[in-house]
């Protein structure tokens, strides 16, 4: 840890001082910014790249920059203003060129050229698709969740709002490998990353697994996402001004990451105001926002509400999802170059299964959530030949969670052991017939500060943009944690475990940090411009260091083509609920002499307890190397990029086995009294087995994708958009499988009890396309989109484990190797299994599904909008005659409306 801390200390005090003092010719510019009507624009955001330049318009619309004669004969400049058309350019410099105006025309369907589709931009990463605001507002979105399903080999489809909803990027593996994938995406709200590593919504681990710990609902599934990523259902889409995803290598000032990241804006500054109305099935969507400008240097401030209200069958309205967002942001420009934004959220939640009076079985569920957060990002530009700026965000956020499930049960009456202690008790017998409550209730508590020092330093011919920083991640949660009542089990005795009560206000919280550095350069070869951004991150979680190296380079081989490559590593922290499980406790019912009446029963039970420490857990990580070629013209935009990733030790489950001998019990019945119980002699052998979270996941995955776009064709105003991607994972479990023998190789004393066999294998692979025209006329504010989803292939294997034992353990839990497995060897013959096949399914034909978006502009103040998913009702359905079933493909049309309104 002294290294890293004594590398950035070096930068930051010894820069300077190796830096060669140097003539300057200077030259200030001054720029003015100004709207349709040539008023200036105020607040508007002006940067440089090849400048190390952040700047904003002040209350006149001017900014100024200095620029160093000797180094630059031009620079790039963009332009933006929320509400506006940015400006992207290059200032050619020339003498007696003081004054720059620009001009930002309103940003709306009656421009010459609009952008509603998904781009690939090589800006954060060589690789990143951006959505702009009129691509997500042609979406209809009413979250976040739709707009990625424009991402390439996803899958667009009507909104899904009654089921939590995760993005993955570049893998198609499943199940707890999806969950990884999920969780080590991370999401950036206005330079804040949102963290999951909070929610403990789930049952015991040791019970139930990972996925299997989550609470369910009868029919519906489950409304958490504890294990995975940010449910996206709770991040609205009206008031984002830019996303940008990065699945290829991120820059290293982004941590606590395995599989990318998705960069959100918001919108800040002046704007109308701006009503939405949405509608799709069961769905409705209503929001409303405005910017205000206080004044100089007061600023702006943005105010957004949000509500969302969806039933599964609004004919049965059984299921409903609900869902309140609010916002407020004040950025203010307290002095010249200083940028301050502060923002204030509340959001709430409930995923609601109302009694079925259908049913008869008080079958119930529901799961809500409040969230309040704050944060605070600034920025302060410096006047200086080394140091350019420093940037800071502060975010923290405090939320409520409670998950909740009943069901009436209807059995006999069942002996309970509730005890937190270890040793020989006598239980007691519950009524078979009760309300059975699970009931979960968190109180997580995120917090993300990140320090970033931007400088510039010159060694020979080569100009480094250099940025050293720093960045902290918290974790906690104060809630009350697993509630039990002990008469009113749902789950009693299985595999003979019972819950306890489990407090989550006494477990420790997670803190973790980075450290990085990264420089932005370009040299020349051959001729060629190399660009460079390569940095080196070093992360401390769960008490464990590693370093990550980051490089993304392009190489222009003409002023069209661009050859790109980049290559990384990353790690993503545990998770509150994979470091601290709750307790296990084993109830083995040594005695249960039960006659009907409880006065003249008894239950002695033996419990155990076990208290997991998963201390050792280790940071999930994943490696990539990423190659891409790109052409772009006056007409046509393509690009190719092809990917290995490879995820290790990522967050899977172990089966660990106990073995125990208890007495037997003899019982003297007494008519009216409890019965007198002794030990006869005799012993008895008891298995029990349970779950601890481990590094156990792994996956390789390939993947290329072929994106190509056209400008519009002015003889019929449209453009066209094609996307192709190959994506190939192979997954497994590097734990090794554990089975029982039989009952009566255990009873008989035989010397193998468990089996150890080598795990499967799976391996999945897909290819999509997603073919899309816009036809834009902007005469008449109107634009048409035809998108086509067409599913070439798609196909899963899974490797079965090898049916011979590779190794058994005995009576005692040692653990004994098998070279080579010989049949006549009594000491574990038995364990051989059945040999089973590979099996194997596969998408049986190619099918499309063509889905349209028709968005109307009047006088430039209302918006209609209208979408249809599957809009010729094309059923895509595959009857299996092996498993007599039918499989849908594709959805039934979807039909939506949206409304807005600017005032």
């Known amino acids: 840890m002294k290294k890293p801390l004594l590398l950035l200390l070096f930068l930051f005090v010894s820069a300077p001082l190796i830096l060669k003092s140097q003539s300057r010719t200077g030259l200030k510019i001054r720029g003015l910014v100004v709207d349709k009507k040539?008023?200036?624009?105020?607040?508007?955001?002006?940067?440089?790249?090849?400048?190390?330049?952040?700047?904003?318009?002040?209350?006149?619309?001017?900014?100024?920059?200095?620029?160093?004669?000797?180094?630059?004969?031009?620079?790039d400049l963009s332009v933006k203003m929320i509400g506006k058309k940015g400006l992207d350019t290059?200032?050619?410099?020339?003498?007696?060129?003081?004054?720059?105006?620009?001009?930002?025309?309103?940003?709306?369907?009656?421009?010459?050229?609009?952008?509603?589709?998904?781009?690939?931009?090589?800006?954060?990463?060589?690789?990143?698709?951006?959505?702009d605001r009129q691509a997500i507002e042609q979406v209809q979105a009413f979250s976040l969740g739709d707009i990625l399903n424009n991402l390439p080999g996803k899958k667009i489809a009507p909104p899904n709002l009654q089921n939590p909803g995760n993005i993955t990027l570049r893998s198609e593996a499943s199940g707890a490998h999806a969950l990884n994938n999920a969780l080590g995406t991370a999401i950036i709200l206005d330079e804040i990353q949102l963290s999951n590593n909070a929610n403990m919504q789930n049952r015991n681990v040791g019970k139930f697994g990972l996925a299997g710990s989550l609470l369910d609902s009868r029919?519906?599934?489950?409304?958490?996402?504890?294990?995975?990523?940010?449910?996206?259902?709770?991040?609205?889409?009206?008031?984002?001004?830019?996303?940008?995803?990065?699945?290829?290598?991120?820059?290293?000032?982004?941590?606590?990451?395995?599989?990318?990241?998705?960069?959100?804006?918001?919108?800040?500054?002046?704007?109308?105001?701006?009503?939405?109305?949405?509608i799709n099935a069961g769905s409705s969507n209503f929001s409303l926002s405005k910017g205000y400008i206080l004044g100089k240097k007061s600023g702006a401030v943005n105010v957004s509400l949000n509500y969302l209200f969806s039933e599964q069958d609004p004919s049965d309205p059984i299921k409903s999802y609900k869902r309140i967002s609010t916002g407020l942001m004040w950025s203010s420009y307290l002095f010249k170059n200083f940028k301050n934004t502060v923002s204030l959220d509340y959001n709430t939640r409930l995923d609601d299964v109302k009694l079925d009076p259908d049913v008869g079985r008080e079958y119930m569920t529901y799961a809500k959530s409040r969230n309040f957060s704050v944060s605070n990002r600034a920025s302060l530009s410096f006047e200086n030949e080394f140091f350019k700026?420093?940037?800071?965000?502060?975010?923290?956020?405090?939320?409520?969670?409670?998950t909740y499930n009943q069901s009436y049960i209807n059995n006999a009456p069942k002996p309970i052991a509730d005890k937190d202690t270890i040793g020989l008790y006598e239980g007691y017998y519950i009524p078979g017939s009760y309300t059975a409550v699970e009931h979960l209730l968190g109180k997580p508590s995120n917090l993300n500060s990140n320090l970033s020092l931007n400088t510039e330093l010159r060694t020979g011919k080569l100009i480094h943009q250099l940025s050293v920083g720093s960045n902290i991640y918290y974790a906690g949660n104060n809630g009350q944690g697993v509630i039990v009542d002990p008469e009113k089990p749902r789950w009693a005795n299985q595999g003979y475990q019972n819950e306890r009560p489990y407090d989550y206000e006494s477990l420790p919280s997670i803190f973790n940090y980075g450290l990085y550095v990264e420089d932005h350069f370009k040299l020349n070869v051959l001729n060629k411009e190399l660009q460079v951004n390569a940095g080196l991150r070093y992360d401390v979680q769960n008490n464990r260091g590693d370093f990550q190296p980051r490089v993304n380079l392009k190489y222009g081989i003409s002023s069209r083509i661009n050859i790109n490559a980049a290559f990384g590593t990353s790690t993503k922290a545990?998770?509150?609920?994979?470091?601290?499980?709750?307790?296990?406790?084993?109830?083995?019912?040594?005695?249960?002499?039960?006659?009907?009446?409880?006065?003249?029963?008894?239950?002695?039970?033996?419990t155990d307890k076990i208290v997991p420490d998963n201390s050792h857990l280790k940071?999930?990580?994943?490696?990539?190397?990423?190659?891409?070629?790109?052409?772009?013209?006056?007409?046509?935009?393509?690009?190719?990029?092809?990917?290995?990733?490879?995820?290790?030790?990522?967050?899977?489950?172990?089966?660990?086995?106990?073995?125990?001998?208890?007495?037997?019990?003899?019982?003297?019945?007494?008519?009216?009294?409890?019965?007198?119980?002794?030990?006869?002699?005799?012993?008895?052998?008891?298995?029990?087995?349970?779950?601890?979270?481990?590094?156990?996941?792994?996956?390789?995955?390939?993947?290329?994708?072929?994106?190509?776009?056209?400008?519009?064709?002015?003889?019929?105003?449209?453009?066209?958009?094609?996307?192709?991607?190959?994506?190939?994972?192979?997954?497994?479990?590097?734990?090794?499988?554990?089975?029982?023998?039989?009952?009566?190789?255990?009873?008989?004393?035989?010397?193998?009890?468990?089996?150890v066999y080598p795990s499967a294998r799976t391996e999945d692979y897909s290819i999509s396309s997603k073919l899309t025209t816009t036809t834009h006329i902007p005469k008449l504010g109107f634009v048409v989109n035809f998108l086509a989803d067409i599913f070439w292939v798609k196909q899963q294997r899974v490797l079965k484990m090898g049916y011979l034992p590779i190794a058994y353990l005995d009576r005692q839990l040692k653990r004994y190797e098998i070279s080579e497995f010989n049949p006549d060897n009594t000491d574990y013959n038995y364990l051989a299994l059945s040999s089973s096949a590979n099996s194997k399914t596969t998408q049986p034909f190619v099918y499309a599904n063509l889905s349209i978006r028709v968005a109307k502009e009047i006088s430039k103040f209302i918006r209609m909008s209208v979408n249809a998913y599957n809009v010729f009702n094309i059923r895509n359905r595959y009857y299996n005659p092996n498993s007599n079933s039918v499989i849908n493909y594709t959805y039934p049309v979807s039909v939506g409306a949206e409304l807005s309104i600017k005032f």
């Open 38 to 75: 040539n008023q200036p624009i105020e607040f508007a955001t002006v940067l440089s790249e090849e400048l190390s330049f952040t700047g904003y318009t002040n209350d006149h619309g001017i900014f100024e920059l200095n620029i160093d004669l000797t180094r630059f004969k031009s620079f």
């Open 90 to 131: 290059v200032i050619i410099l020339k003498p007696g060129l003081q004054e720059l105006t620009f001009s930002l025309p309103d940003l709306n369907f009656s421009l010459k050229e609009v952008q509603v589709n998904e781009v690939r931009k090589a800006k954060s990463s060589n690789s990143s698709i951006v959505f």
């Open 219 to 278: 029919s519906y599934g489950g409304f958490d996402v504890t294990f995975g990523g940010i449910d996206l259902r709770e991040i609205p889409a009206d008031n984002i001004e830019s996303i940008e995803v990065i699945s290829g290598i991120a820059p290293a000032k982004y941590g606590d990451l395995t599989d990318g990241a998705i960069i959100i804006n918001r919108q800040a500054g002046k704007t109308a105001y701006q009503f939405s109305s949405r």
């Open 389 to 402: 700026s420093l940037s800071f965000s502060f975010g923290y956020s405090k939320g409520y969670q409670e």
């Open 574 to 606: 545990p998770a509150l609920a994979h470091r601290y499980p709750a307790p296990v406790y084993f109830d083995l019912p040594v005695l249960n002499a039960y006659n009907g009446y409880t006065i003249e029963s008894v239950y002695l039970v033996y």
């Open 619 to 755: 940071p999930s990580k994943s490696s990539q190397v990423e190659v891409g070629l790109s052409y772009k013209d006056d007409f046509i935009s393509s690009s190719f990029f092809a990917y290995f990733k490879k995820n290790s030790d990522g967050f899977g489950t172990l089966t660990n086995f106990r073995t125990y001998i208890t007495p037997v019990f003899n019982y003297v019945y007494h008519k009216g009294q409890r019965p007198e119980y002794y030990p006869n002699g005799e012993y008895k052998d008891w298995i029990a087995s349970y779950y601890t979270p481990n590094n156990s996941l792994s996956s390789n995955n390939y993947g290329a994708e072929w994106f190509i776009s056209t400008k519009k064709i002015k003889t019929i105003e449209t453009s066209f958009n094609l996307t192709t991607t190959f994506s190939y994972s192979s997954s497994k479990n590097a734990s090794e499988t554990i089975q029982q023998a039989a009952a009566n190789y255990i009873s008989n004393s035989y010397k193998a009890w468990f089996g």
